[in-house]
Structure formats: structure tokens, C-alpha cells
């Protein structure tokens, strides 16, 4: 299931280990800060802010865009 | 709705709180007083850059220009008086700042407690980022280093040393952290 990165406001510090590890240089904390998803379309969601995150902001969540319909339609 | 708003203390809380003010009133005067000599920085972050987990730059939230960019202005300074009779912060200098909404956003500071040899050299406490690097220079040439302390930072001071390879003792009033 496709997946992406959610963020608990109130728990990030805005320390900025979630940035300087992401392959990719998305600004993750500028999200995180506010509570906002990485939505980011090149996101590799490879984990790296999840797992490195020391308070625990960070966590996957499943993507509404792909999620199983009884249609198989999305509808 | 207030106009002038004097938020003391660029913390996250500080800082957070100037950023929703201006979100819901776009014509605001947002003054953040700084009484760090260092720009934007996470506080909480410090005890991660002694781990080495997190380089000194990256720990810089939000530059000048972004404060600029959302018309928060930042004035450098400490606030050593508040004068609700009048609205008006005092700062070192004698610069005043008048306010129709005050936030005091300060944090905390770490306690020292009164004991034998509290202020002999080596002994430190970590609030600021000049006492980071302070602890920085300190580690590099220790063996052996002592953390006093029960909260979190505290613990993860102790972690991030001993990540150094210094042989540390934490020590903690319960039996619990």
C-alpha cells in the first residue's frame, strides 16, 4: 500500500535531524513543524526521517489515493 | 483584535506562536524579542548536535529573510522589566517596546544547584548554543564526565557524550528516569 510521511506537531523540537537526512533535501521539518504531510510527489518514503526523528513526530500513514475501493474504481 | 504584539523569546514556542498571530491577523505589528546573541535555533536540538546526530547549521529553523518575509520583526535585546501600568517592555539599554498583547515565551534555564564546587571550572550547564560548543571543546580532551539531571535533557546530554567515547556517570535524584 502506498504510504507517506505524517507529522504530530506538538511533538517536533524543529532540531533538523529529519532535513539533513533525507537523500533528497526536502525541508521535512519545515513540514513537520506544522503539523503538515511530506507531500512531496518525489518523496522516496524510504524511512529515514521516520527513524531518526528522536521525539517521535514522524510515522507513515496510508495514501487515501490509492486505497482499495469495492469497485476497484476509486469510487 | 490587539495590534502591537511583543512575543519575549524566539523558542519554537515563541516563534510558533508569532507565525499563527500573523496567520490570523495579516496587519498585526509582531515584534519577537531575542535575547539570544545567535539566530533561530532549536534549543532542544543541542543535546543531538553533542551526539553528533545533527551538524551546527542545520539546527537554524528559520532565517532572517523568513522572519522578514512574514513581516515578523526581530529585535535583539533582553527584557529585564515589564510596565503593564503603561504596556511597555523594558530591555537592557533602556530601549522600551509597547504592547497591546505581551506573550512570554521564555522556556526554562537550567538550575544550579547551590553545592560544594558549583562553579569550578568543567562545570557547566546547557542552555545556549555558545554552551554547546563550550561542552564541544570540554569533551574533546575528557576521559571521563558526570551529567546531573533527571529530565530528558539531561539523559540525552549523557547519551550523546558517552557517544564520544568519554566514560560518563549520570546522576539522578529517583531511582527512575
Redesign the interface.
Known amino acids: 500500500m502506498s504510504a507517506f510521511v505524517v507529522s504530530e506537531a506538538v511533538r517536533c523540537v524543529e532540531c533538523g535531524i529529519c532535513s539533513f537526512n533525507c537523500p533528497l533535501g526536502i525541508d521535512v521539518r519545515g513540514r513537520a513543524r506544522l503539523g503538515l504531510p511530506v507531500a512531496e510527489a518525489y518523496c522516496l518514503t524510504c524511512g529515514e526521517c521516520v527513524a531518526r526523528c528522536p521525539r517521535g513526530t514522524l510515522r507513515f500513514e496510508a495514501s487515501p489515493v490509492f486505497k482499495a475501493t469495492s469497485d476497484g474504481m476509486g469510487h | 483584535m490587539a495590534d502591537r504584539i511583543v512575543i519575549v523569546g524566539n523558542g519554537?514556542a515563541g516563534l510558533?506562536a508569532a507565525e499563527t498571530i500573523r496567520a490570523l491577523n495579516p496587519t498585526a505589528d509582531i515584534v519577537v524579542v531575542n535575547g539570544d546573541t545567535h539566530g533561530f535555533y532549536?534549543k532542544?536540538?543541542l543535546a543531538?548536535l553533542l551526539a553528533g546526530?545533527?551538524?551546527q547549521p542545520?539546527?537554524?529553523?528559520r532565517s532572517e529573510k523568513d522572519m522578514a518575509d512574514a513581516q515578523i520583526r526581530v529585535v535583539r535585546g533582553r527584557a529585564v522589566r515589564v510596565s503593564p501600568a503603561d504596556h511597555r517592555v523594558v530591555l537592557a539599554g533602556d530601549t522600551t517596546l509597547p504592547y497591546d498583547c505581551l506573550l512570554l515565551a521564555l522556556g526554562a534555564t537550567a538550575v544550579r544547584p547551590d553545592i560544594p564546587g558549583i562553579s569550578l571550572p568543567g562545570v557547566v550547564t546547557l542552555d545556549s548554543l555558545d554552551d554547546a560548543r563550550l561542552i564541544l571543546k570540554l569533551a574533546e580532551g575528557a576521559t571521563t564526565a558526570c551529567v546531573v539531571g533527571g529530565g530528558i535533557t539531561a539523559l540525552?546530554l549523557a547519551e550523546g557524550i558517552a557517544s564520544r567515547g568519554v566514560e560518563t556517570h549520570y546522576l539522578m535524584r529517583g531511582e527512575h528516569y
Request: glycine share 8%.
Open positions: 519554537p510558533t532549536s532542544p536540538g543531538y546526530l545533527v551538524p542545520r539546527l537554524f529553523s540525552e
